[in-house]
């Protein structure tokens, strides 16, 4: 992929750490990484004044960020944030998978949450910045990346609520192996009868981290009976599947087509998921983007008319759901077998992130050269 740097403005100071992570204690966690719980020895981070513009790019050691107890981020949540991956290919080179598209969701989800839009250059250059400095720390193997995590937080000390004047972005990176615990296999999914994770005209198309946090009670209930994540349906009818809480979804019938919940603006319009829709066309796979019912999906799975379901993000590539349970009873089987569709596509796309599927649509992007 080119990307011209036509909007890049910023020049980034560099202070290396000067204390980082042994080598042997950085082995031990790329053996085995687990999903977000280790960080690399650097951050990246921009500042952000009304009168100033974006300013101050910096490479830095991770480690805490001073806030005073009255940043706006504290007390409103006017935060956004992004995900993406990059990884390592069989030469050693690094790369990562249609970032461009990352800048521009994370500008308009700062645009609905009134923070400042970063540009698509000083992005991509944000996350070279970090991945050449931690290049150790991208492991290799097929289910083996580094997950970059971009954000912003307004930070002004002010307690009135109104935008914040000052804001601050920031890149933090963590080494990855499969988002499930259960490594890549079949997961049970929890559909919520109470909750709704957003409603229409709300945030649910903005990657905010409000919407996550109001997931998290109902992601308790998920996991107290003993499913991997929620599902939630819309908010005004609660028959439609909106989405999962951090994953989009789809389903395959009978006659071989893909249904997923059309982009209405209430879910998160995934990369992963526009990916997917591509790759399945590619194929010749129908796919059709509308409403899907979530008795659509429970009784499918019961007569056989839906005959797999699978779940889509950065963090979780393609994860294929083996069964659905709400407090009405459960649908398939969480012993099922990964289906032939949903194995072809993630092996489709996992291949190409690694470099090991021809990437003809130019996905890629080298962030170490
Ligand atoms: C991702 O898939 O990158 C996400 O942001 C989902 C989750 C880890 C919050």
């Known amino acids: 992929m ?22 042997q ?24 004044t009304e009168e100033a513009g974006w300013h101050d790019a910096r490479l830095q050691p991770y480690g805490p960020i001073a806030l005073q107890p009255a940043s706006a981020v504290l007390h409103y949540g006017q935060e956004v944030f992004e995900g993406l991956k990059a990884y390592r290919h069989d030469d050693g080179s690094i790369w990562t998978f249609r970032p461009e598209k990352n800048a521009e969701r994370l500008r308009s989800s700062a645009r ?9 250059a000083d992005f991509l250059a944000s996350l070279s910045e970090l991945v050449v400095a931690d290049r150790h720390w991208v492991p290799a193997g097929a289910e083996r990346s580094l997950y970059l995590r971009p954000f912003i937080i307004a930070n002004e000390t002010f307690i009135g609520v109104r935008p914040a004047h000052a804001a601050s972005y920031f890149v933090i990176a963590s080494p990855a192996g499969p988002y499930f615990e259960s490594g890549v296999r079949p997961v049970s999914i929890w559909i919520s009868t109470e909750h709704a994770r957003t409603a229409r005209g709300g945030t649910g198309d903005a990657k905010c981290g409000g919407n996550y946090a109001a997931s998290l009670l109902p992601q308790q ?23 999962a809480g951090s994953m989009n979804l789809f389903a395959v019938t009978r006659d071989g087509a893909l249904i997923t919940p059309a982009a209405s603006g209430s879910i998160l319009e995934g990369i992963t998921r526009d990916s997917v829709i591509q790759l399945a066309r590619d194929q010749q796979i129908r796919v059709d983007e509308r409403d899907v019912f979530v008795d659509e999906l429970c009784d499918g799975l019961a007569t056989g ?15 294929p759901i083996g069964q659905l349970k709400s407090p009405a009873g459960s649908w398939g089987s969480v012993d099922a077998a990964t289906g032939p569709v949903t194995r072809a596509l993630r ?10 599927v021809e990437d003809r649509h130019g996905w890629l992007y080298r962030l170490d050269a």
């Open 305 to 319: 008319e839906i005959t797999e379901i699978f779940a889509t993000g950065t963090a979780a590539a393609i994860t």
């Open 2 to 23: 080119t990307i011209t740097t036509d909007d890049r403005s910023l020049a980034f100071a560099r202070r290396l750490a000067t204390t980082p992570a042994p080598e």
């Open 25 to 48: 204690r950085r082995e031990n966690i790329l053996a085995d990484p687990g999903f977000g719980s280790h960080f690399t020895d650097h951050m990246v981070a921009i500042d952000w």
């Open 347 to 356: 092996d489709e796309l996992t291949g190409i992130q690694h470099g090991r």
């Open 112 to 120: 609905r949450l009134a923070l400042p839009e970063l540009g698509t």
């Open 221 to 243: 209930e998920a996991m107290r009976n003993g499913c991997a994540q929620v599902l939630f349906a819309d908010a005004e009818t609660g028959t439609r599947v909106d989405e």
